[in-house]
C-alpha cells in the first residue's frame, strides 16, 4: 500500500525547498528518531532519494515502517561510532544521530561522547569524502546554566565539564568544534542549528528514553502522579515537531546558512509546572502533581533568542502550545489505545 502523507508531513516546505531537495542524495543518521523519521518522511515526499542509518539505540523500526518499500527510501542498522561509513555517493549528510534524553545519556555517557565525537567525525570524512553538505543537530545544551535569557548564538555557555550531563553538553560541544574545524581546515559546507527542546508524535514517552512533555502525557493519560524534578519553577520553551522541521529543511536549503550556527527554538518560555497544568487540562486527568528532587546540574531556564534564525532563514515557529500539545496527546492516546 502506498503510504498516504498527513497534511502536516507535507506542509513544511515552500516550493524552494523543495525545488532544491528534490533531486538530491541525502544520508540521515539517526533517521530512526524522533526528528529524524521526520525528515527522513518529508523528504520521501519530496522524492530526496535517503539513505538512513540508524543502530536503533533510542529510535524505533516503527517510526519508519511506513517509508519502507519506497523506492527512494534506503535504511541501514549502523552504528555510526564504530563501522566503516557507508560506500555511497552522497550530496548532503543530516547527522542527527545522538542520544538525547537526559536519563538516558546519563545512563550511557561514554557512548554518547563517542557518537558525538567519533560518529561525527566519521560522518565528516564521508562529506569530505563526497563534497557533500554537513548539517549538525547541536543542542541548547551547549550553553548549560545560562546568565543570558533568552539566549543568542554568542553566549558562549556555563557548562559544568565534569558534571553528570557533560557527556552530551560537552559531547555536542565538540561536535561543534570539530564540524568549524573541517571548515576551517578542508573548506566543508558547515551547517549547525542549536535545537531547544522539541516535542510532537513520535517522542519516546517510554521509561528512561521519555522526555518531559511524552512523559507527563503518559502519566497524565494513564492516570499515574505527574512527576517533576525540583520546584517546577525552572523554565523551558517548547517548539512543536513541524517548526523545528522547517527550520532544519530552510538550514540545508539556504545559502546564507552556510558556516553558521542558528538557535531553533520557540521563543514563549514556560515553567515545568505550568506545562504539567497545562496537560493535565488538556488530558481532563484527575493525575496528582508531585514533586521529586531536582536533578544536579538542571538547567534553571531555557529559552532562545532567535534574532539570527529570523533574519537569516526568515523563519519563526508557527504552531502554538496548546495546538502542539493537543496534536501530540492524540498521537499518545492513540497509541496507548482505546482505553486512555
Ligand atoms: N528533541 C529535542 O528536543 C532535541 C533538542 C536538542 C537537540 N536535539 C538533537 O537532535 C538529534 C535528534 O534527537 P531526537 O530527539 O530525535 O532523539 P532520538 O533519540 O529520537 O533520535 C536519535 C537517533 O539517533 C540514533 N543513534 C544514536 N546513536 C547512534 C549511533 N552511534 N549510530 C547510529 N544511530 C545512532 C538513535 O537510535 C535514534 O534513532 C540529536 O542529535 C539530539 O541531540 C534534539
Redesign the pocket.
Known sequence: MIYQFTREETASTTDDVKKTLQTKNMLV????????SWICTILANLGTHIYC???????LTENIAHLHGARNFHFEN????SSDPPKIRVDGILH??????PEDYQREPV?TLL?NSV?TRNMLELARKNDAFFFY?????VYGDPSIIPTPETYWGNVNPIGPRSCYDEG?RFGEALCMAYQRKYGLDIRITR?????GPR??EDGA?A?VTSRFIRQALTGQNITIYGDGKQTRSFCYITDTVTAILKTITNKKAKGQVINIGNPHETTILQLAQKIRQLTRSQSKIVYKPLPQDDPKRRCPDISKAKQLLNWQPTTSLQQGLEKTIEWLRSRLGKQF
Open positions: 543518521t539517526g533517521g530512526a528518531g524522533f526528528i529524524g542509518i540508524d543502530n536503533l539505540s533510542t529510535g549502523l552504528d555510526i561510532d542527527l544521530a545522538s542520544r538525547a534524553s557512548e557518537t560518529g543537530s547541536s543542542t541548547s545544551e555536542k535545537i531547544f527542546n522539541t516535542y517522542l519516546r528514553y522526555r
